[in-house]
């Protein structure tokens, strides 16, 4: 408001070299401060005079600049165009050949802050030629400059499967694969990240990533101390095991389903989400996979997740996952119907305090697939007794009519259903003369004598 950004932006070409970058640090930390000032920066024509000289300048003016890149970039996809069209990415493209390491790493940030808002930013990026020289920075001693580089390149990454190629043919994989082992959290965080951002966008990337031996290497970072480093760890294996059934079977061989498992029983709240979406993806692709989720003893976590965690899209997730090992067979759905979740997913269902997306999740499982394989097996009916004493009437007349169906050619079941009371529940159900759903209790009620009935 004194007109602080028009005095200081002749000092930017003062003879004197520390003038200079002062002028150039407090421009930097005004455009950091929130977006209006960045916006102020750039209507006072600061960006000419700060590029003007910027590759005869000495390093410490080069890191300023870079800062200054990086702060009126990151606030918006706005003010990110606006230092494009003052064509600073060349200038940032020849500070990341610089000879010192923190220019590189402060050119690496304005690129980073730059390429992250939307795939157009992205690509001038890459256009410019960055990507091969961030491949070379994440190769240097520095740890500073290797977490930056890797950052950039997730960022690059992640918008397309185009710009995550142009990352991959620039040779980041191996260099990033090598160094999930490193013992720097930090830059673990990073390569993890990066290795995500390249997988998820298709097989063939997802292939790439895996035939750079990443397993079982990346199974020990979700034993880590950091906990992003074992979110970034479960996301990478997540992004690979989504896409087809090889993959899945490529990580259930490696140890990685246990491993999940193992990490998701070790934390609680966002750093599982990761890991509870890996295991329904995997038991998703096949009646062997899902299996497999069973066997690593998956559904008492999962079961673990609907109770423990308060937050919504965690429960759906888990619910979600259920769905996803229980709906192949009867089998299958006895496994989750024995771990007693039934009970749990109706209360989240009737529960006004759940999220729409929450009561979604846990009602597909209630009424669809996962429930017909236990009702044609009648397998654990105390579970679906629960149901019958509490479900609202849609759930209650889809279990009833699903009884309808079973029970006459089930004499086992047909025996079970009176032991376990569900008979006599039957008998209690107040239902419309003539509805379908009294149509379902009279059908149940005649494969029984008139005697066990009354």
Known sequence: NSGVVSLLRP???DVVPTVQQSAALALGRLADYNNDLAEAVVKEDILPQLLCS?????RFYKKAAAFVLRAIGKHSPQLAQAIVQHGALEMLVICLEDFDPGVKEAASWALAYIARHNSELSQAVVDAGAVPLLVLCIQEPEIALKRIAASTLSDISKHSPELAQTVVDAGAIAHLAQMILNPDAKLKRQVLSALSQIAKHSVDLAELVVEAEIFPVVLTCLKDSDEYVKKNGATLIR???KHTPELSQLVVNAGGVAAVIDCIGSCRGTVRLPGIMTLGYVAAHSE????????SKGIPVLCACLIEEHEDHIKAAAAWALGQVGRHT??????VAVANVLPTLLALYMDIGSSEDLQMKASIFITKKALK???QKCTHLPALEMLLHDAPPNIMKYIVGQFSKVLPHDSKARRLFVTTGGLKK???????PGSLLQEYINAINNCYPEEVVR
């Open 54 to 58: 910027l590759s005869e300048q000495n």
């Open 373 to 375: 394989n236990i009702l």
């Open 288 to 295: 062997n996979l899902s299996m497999a989720v069973i066997v």
């Open 426 to 432: 039957i008998q209690e159900i107040e239902a419309e």
């Open 330 to 335: 009867s089998e299958h759905a006895h496994a």
């Open 11 to 13: 000092l930017l070409l």
């Open 239 to 241: 992004e690979i095991a």
